[in-house]
């Protein structure tokens, strides 16, 4: 078994664990990150790509985003479709000007990995972490990985695990739940969620708002866009081929006088995860950050926003640390997060209704129907409700 001795072990190479290790680095901090899969895995598979202004703002300031500067589509506007009907909401002109950068994450991935590995960053690919220890503060942390290769078998030690790895992995288990004391809620429906070669409708996000399915269309590409669909709890990739998919699709994102365009589908995919907040991000030198601290549903595009952030305020906390033997920040990094966290988990839910219908009685689903309505008459006035939208869409 090879040893090693970091300052912190990073577990994880996702947007959250790249940028902290790379923030470390550039603060002269010694750090290794733990990858279970392949480099080309993390660098090629399909993930969210909505980036809010603040995250771009962060890493342009630590010089991590030549990539997506030059590369992302930008879009300050939104399409909302109702009854084959759509309006636009210019969000940015009602958030001071905020925009998003549409720039799919295994992009940023592959920018953050070169950019560190570039600057003699540690990346240890297909190694699966299987032991971590780090729960008691007056002593260092250690964690053991296993080549999934059959490469030697790797023990760090190291003052701090920054743990980056998901909502269901050893790093994340490594915080004991009655100490996470995690907060969680099942939505009673799932998403389908596809890659297809279709162009953008248009070059912003539509949202389209129906009594059975919400859906979606993102541009990811001028040539290819992410669609999610709502179906029922309990159905499978099986049971939607492309023709009932794009019938569904049809039935939603139709506008009169414009067709769905169709074309062939190249990933599907169930997402039908409960949110879940931890409210302690950390124990002894075992600190949560991304996915392994909270995950919300997809609406709004929040996740990897809300990871990067925490990478953010983790690694400046961590430089405080070292640079000036400040240990506050750190005893405060999840008292500075909740806040933040729980500020996105309430837009997400405000626009899942907005846009996902819910089964229940008729005079249930005639109320609901009357209260998004509602929301769509305030949203095309861009009034107080559609400058509510607009800022918490946007992101700080």
């Known amino acids: 078994m090879r040893h090693v001795r ?18 470390l680095r550039q603060h002269g901090i010694s750090t290794i990150v733990v990858e279970k899969d392949s480099r080309e895995t993390v660098e090629t598979t399909p993930r969210a790509g909505l980036i809010e202004q603040r995250t771009v703002t962060f890493l342009e300031r630590a010089e991590l985003a030549t990539g997506l500067l030059t590369n992302a589509m930008r879009t300050g506007s939104c399409t909302f479709i109702h009854q084959g009907e759509a ?17 799919p994450q295994q992009f940023l991935v592959r920018d953050l990995i070169a950019i560190h590995g570039g600057a003699g960053g540690d990346i240890l690919f297909s190694h699966e972490v299987t032991q971590i220890d780090g729960g ?13 290769k059959g490469a030697e078998s790797v023990e760090i030690r190291c003052d701090f695990i920054a743990a980056a790895d998901g909502s269901d992995s050893i790093a994340h288990r490594a915080v004991p739940e009655s100490i996470r004391m995690p907060l969680r809620h099942q939505h009673p429906f799932r998403w389908l969620a596809l890659l297809a070669d279709v162009p953008p409708f248009v070059p912003e996000i539509v949202y389209g708002m129906h009594p059975i ?57 169930i997402i039908g995860r409960s949110d ?55 005893e405060n990094y999840t008292r500075e997060r909740q806040p933040k966290i729980w500020k996105a988990v309430l837009f997400s839910h405000w626009l899942i209704n907005l846009l996902h219908s819910t089964a229940g009685d008729a005079a249930a689903s005639a109320f609901s129907n009357e209260l998004r309505l509602a929301t769509i008459r305030e949203l095309r006035s861009q009034g107080p409700v559609a400058r509510m939208f607009a800022e918490e869409y946007a992101g700080e």
């Not at 190479?13 to 790249?18: E, I």
């Not at 636009?88 to 549409?102: F, M, N, Q, T």
């Open 6 to 23: 970091v300052n912190v072990g990073i577990v994880g190479a996702g947007p959250a664990g790249l940028a902290l290790a790379n923030v």
């Open 213 to 269: 399915h919400g859906a979606a269309q993102m541009p990811r590409t001028a040539t290819v866009s992410r669609f999610y669909l709502q179906i029922q709890a309990g159905e499978t990739v099986n049971d939607w081929n492309d023709d009932r998919i794009w019938a569904a699709l049809r039935d939603v994102l139709v506008v009169k006088g414009h067709p769905v365009t169709t074309g062939t589908i190249t990933e599907k995919a």
């Open 136 to 148: 008691d503060a007056t002593e260092p942390a250690t964690m053991v990985a296993r080549s999934t």
């Open 87 to 103: 309006f636009s909401v210019p969000y940015a002109d009602l958030a001071e000007g905020r925009k998003h950068y549409i720039y």
């Open 276 to 330: 879940h907040v931890s409210r302690t991000m950390q124990h002894g030198r075992i600190f949560l950050l991304g996915d392994a601290a909270h995950t919300i549903s997809l609406a709004g595009g929040k996740g990897m926003n809300l990871a990067v952030a925490d990478a953010e305020v983790l690694g400046a906390a961590m430089a405080r640390y070292y640079d000036r033997d400040d240990e506050q920040p750190l």
